[in-house]
């Protein structure tokens, strides 16, 4: 076991209807899509290479990224391809499938991993579709297959508010991961790191696992967040590549190297508190939710939650789950104004500030919350809020501004390539100046990215 981290900032935000460890019974979902906005790094416009009508397998290639057409997209289930839908500009926004009642996966040839080696294992996952899985720190972008990272990082368990539980998600999945986590060993230039919560005694599949540098993390939210894993174990710092990988997405490369077959099924949680039966439902990459939803809602007045409260995106009640997500939230939407919210106590509700009442009731108290900002945009101020629930060496104040402000020399000081926009996202939630944070940390990525 390597080091164990103990992490005294951050916040844990409690909210009321958390998935239940059951997984829903005879749920069907009819559509499944890829969108290709999902993957940050790639082309506007990637090369379609299917059409309405057309019939796909499981592991099928649905398009490729122009700027490096070996790494292809596949379909996640097998079924007719129904739509490609666009957005503004001919950009394609998703592709839609209409999925068979039996999956049925493209063969895909069996190698040994004994025997190949890093550059023909790369090529390999690139044709059969594995290679969405990777993330490249920094930037958060498509990992890049021309590099070769410094270590390759995993995190055990996700402490964001309503998270999936991992150690219920990885059940019976022992032989998957550890395959998974054989193909990972291949392709870093060092070590494989495995981030464990030791606040909650981890699933065997989780502590039997072998070639893999296991630490253990003690903290509050945002400690399930593998960037900030990465700043206490092995911080990146200008020049470095660092690549990581969702658990439940190491047991699907774990399928395509045992199996012979592209499958991502997986366990997503449907939670919230707008949710009549918070629980797991199994599905593949990209499931449509409107078969969760249905009967399903304690009223129609609600905002549907690709992801968690502070990182997901507004979604369609009958669209479908962003690629890297196995979590979706519903809550009330918050479109009601409060008479003198900032002045008048009224209803409880999450905050890191002790004006509110509902502090007094501690941390361990589930909230019943909606969309509503409680407030408006105000001036950006320093007021030392973001520090205290950061658990990182960094100044996340000073670096927005210095985003704000095109101040590349600054943005490389203060730590850009240390961050994304979900390690900063409970900053954002703790702001006073309602300020869009995570927005602000992209356009900084980005302005770096193009400077190269």
Not at 295 to 322: A, C, F, I, Q
Not at 394 to 402: C, G, I, V
Request: hydrophobic fraction near 40%.
């Amino acid at each position: 076991m390597g080091k164990t981290i103990q992490l005294k900032k951050g916040f844990d935000i409690n909210i009321v209807g958390k998935a239940e460890k059951k997984v829903a019974g005879n749920f069907v979902s009819n559509t499944y899509s890829i969108k290709p906005t999902d993957f940050k790094g790639i082309a506007p416009i990637p090369k379609i290479l299917v059409q309405p009508g057309d019939e796909v397998k499981a592991g099928d290639p649905l398009f490729f990224d122009k700027q490096r057409p070996d790494i292809k997209f596949v379909s996640p289930v097998s079924g007719e391809v129904a739509e490609i839908r666009r957005a503004a500009k001919r950009a394609i926004a998703e592709i839609v499938i209409l999925a068979d009642q039996t999956n049925k996966y493209r063969e895909i040839e069996k190698v040994d991993l004994n025997l190949i080696d890093r550059e023909d294992l790369i090529k390999h996952m690139m044709e059969v579709g594995c290679w969405p899985f990777l993330t490249q720190r920094p930037f958060g972008i498509l990992a890049d297959p021309l590099e070769t990272p410094r270590a390759i990082f995993i995190s055990g368990f996700d402490s964001a508010p309503l998270a999936n539980d991992y150690n219920f998600s990885v059940v019976d999945q022992a032989e998957y991961l550890q395959k998974g986590v054989d193909v990972l060993n291949i392709l870093s230039g060092s070590t494989v790191h495995l981030s464990l919560n030791a606040r909650q005694q981890p699933a065997n599949e989780l502590n039997h696992l072998k070639n893999v540098e296991k630490h253990t993390i003690d903290g509050p939210h945002p400690a399930g967040n593998v960037g900030v894993q990465i700043h206490h174990i092995d911080p990146i710092n200008k020049g470095d590549v660092i690549w990581t990988i969702k658990l439940q997405d190491v047991i699907a490369l774990g399928r395509v190297y045992k199996d012979g077959q592209y499958n991502t099924e997986r366990l997503f949680a449907l939670a919230g508190p707008r949710i009549s039966t918070p629980q797991y439902y199994k599905g593949f990459v990209g499931v449509g939710v409107e078969n969760m939803l249905a009967n399903n809602l304690k009223d129609e007045h609600v905002r549907v939650v690709s992801g968690n409260v502070l990182t997901g995106s507004k979604m369609d009640p009958k669209g479908h789950v962003s690629f890297y997500d196995n979590q979706i939230t519903v809550l009330e939407e918050g479109d009601k104004y409060e008479f003198f919210g900032w002045l008048v106590p009224n209803y409880p509700k999450p905050s890191v500030s002790k004006t509110y009442l509902s502090s007094i009731f501690g941390s361990k108290k589930s909230f019943d919350v909606n969309t509503n900002t409680h407030g408006e945009p105000r001036a950006f101020v320093v007021t030392g809020q973001y520090e205290n629930v950061l658990p990182m060496d960094l100044y996340p104040m000073q670096l927005a501004k210095s985003i704000l402000a095109n101040d590349f020399d600054s943005m490389e000081g203060l730590g850009i390539y240390e961050v994304l926009e979900e390690d900063l996202a409970l900053c954002e939630f703790a702001c006073t100046s309602k300020s869009p944070l995570q927005k602000i940390i992209r356009q900084g990525l980005n302005i770096m990215l193009e400077q190269g």
